[in-house]
């Protein structure tokens, strides 16, 4: 499951991928975890494999290289096991810590309180996309790769995907698109806005660490996250996610290793001793950008439908409760009458995690005085376990 198909592998060309077939019941454009964990749902809810297409202008190799953390909820656990596509290095969260530098107040959540082996999980990219990709193979699911869209033209019957160069365009009753690209990229959608900020990202390497445990610490500029996660059995090591200012950001990401360490410890502060070792860092810019409507025969879902700030990290789980109900209504008829159930039935969690993701980015990224209420709200959740317990519940299973 965790082998990468090598450069010889008819995957990899799009003529032969698809055995000269360009007609589909439903086409996946964006074969990330999303996209490729739908075709995985559809074809075990007894859709025929070939009779689903996934597009991607990468290929699987180079998917499968890609070095990114992500944050997987106890949620997406239960969604890929169903399909057989756990990553084959995942490492636990047991505990989450949350507080807002400079004030009184923190809140953790613990996994014991619910009976669960772990909270969620952080693996890589391309791990994720390495295991989906193994079992899209194993069950003969059609791979259009490299191929990239150039035009998606909806008629009454049917919708027509040009692909780029001499590929075939491709002609499926629904289309699905789970490409979403960077904030930055994107054309503008109902709901959008710039926070302002950009996230920069690295693997870290603490002296002290606290096995299992997350955090979400909360600074004037955004939210800094560093989640565990061990590479290769070394102790200590995190992912972080360090939301600033867009010039600072900057700053940051030129330091020197000594200096970016120094700042990074003086921001989260000396919870797990000293940060002794990073990776180069990257940066992107965050923002909001969501439209949850749908035509009659193309979806959007994941960070295609909706791209999120990364506090809590819900986009990909998100993405994933997209996927487990798209997959029920489409595998009941790939046709409008079922498409349109999918809007309705995925308004309610959509809405809620945006809106909370939003609010949270907005409000604790600030000098606001009302920053100690907030340090103190972080306390009553702490000691008041309903509250506790749905915060959990949120990051955990989304709204349900």
């Known amino acids: 499951m965790s082998t990468t198909p090598n450069s010889s592998d008819n995957h990899r060309s799009p003529a032969n991928a698809a055995s000269g077939r360009t007609d589909y019941d439903v086409a996946i454009c964006g074969a990330g975890p999303a996209g490729m964990a739908l075709a995985l749902l559809l074809y075990q809810r007894g859709m025929a494999a070939d009779r689903i297409a996934l597009i991607d202008a990468r290929s699987l190799a180079q998917a499968s290289d890609d070095p990114r953390s992500l944050a997987l909820a106890w949620g997406s656990r239960q969604i890929l096991d169903a399909i057989h596509a756990w990553p084959a290095v995942a490492t636990p969260i047991e505990q989450i810590h949350v507080s807002r530098r400079g004030q009184f107040g923190r809140s953790l959540i613990d996994r014991s309180e619910h009976d669960l082996p772990a909270l969620g999980y952080v693996t890589r990219y391309g791990d994720i996309v390495t295991a ?31 692909l780029a160069g001499d590929v075939p365009a491709v002609r499926a009753a629904i289309v699905v698109q789970a490409e979403g690209g960077l904030f930055s990229d994107q054309a503008s959608r109902s709901q959008r806005r710039d926070y302002q900020q950009s996230a920069v990202i690295a693997q870290v390497r603490a002296d002290r660490p606290i096995a299992a445990r997350a955090y979400e610490r909360f600074t004037e500029q955004g939210p800094l996250a560093l989640l565990p996660q061990d590479q290769g059995g070394a102790a200590g090591e995190y992912s972080l996610v360090w939301c600033l ?12 290793d000594a200096s970016f360490l120094a700042e990074l410890g003086a921001a989260f502060g000396s919870r797990l001793g000293r940060f002794v070792h990073a990776t180069p ?9 969501a439209d949850p ?4 025969r193309t979806v959007a879902i994941g960070n295609a439908a909706q791209t999120l700030h990364p506090v809590a990290g819900q986009g990909l789980n998100l993405g994933l409760r997209d996927v487990a109900v798209l997959a029920k209504v489409l595998a009941q008829g790939a046709d409008p ?28 990224a600030s000098t606001s005085p009302l920053q100690s209420l907030l340090g103190l709200s972080l306390t009553a959740i702490d000691l008041v376990p309903p509250a506790r317990n749905m915060l959990a519940e949120l990051l955990m299973y989304g709204r349900r």
């Not at 860092?281 to 950008?289: C, E, I, T, W, Y």
């Open 293 to 296: 409507r749908s035509t009659a």
């Open 337 to 364: 009458a079922h498409l349109a159930q999918f809007t309705v039935l995925r308004e309610q969690d959509r809405q809620t995690t945006v809106r909370i993701t939003d609010t949270m980015a907005r409000i604790f």
């Open 132 to 162: 989906l990709g193994a079992a899209c193979l194993k069950a003969g699911i059609p791979m259009l790769r490299p191929a990239r869209v150039e035009n998606i033209d909806e008629q009454a019957d049917h919708v027509r995907v040009v």
């Open 245 to 256: 200012r867009p010039d600072e950001a900057a700053r940051v990401q030129a330091l020197g």
């Open 281 to 289: 860092r990257l940066a992107f810019p965050l923002g909001l950008n």
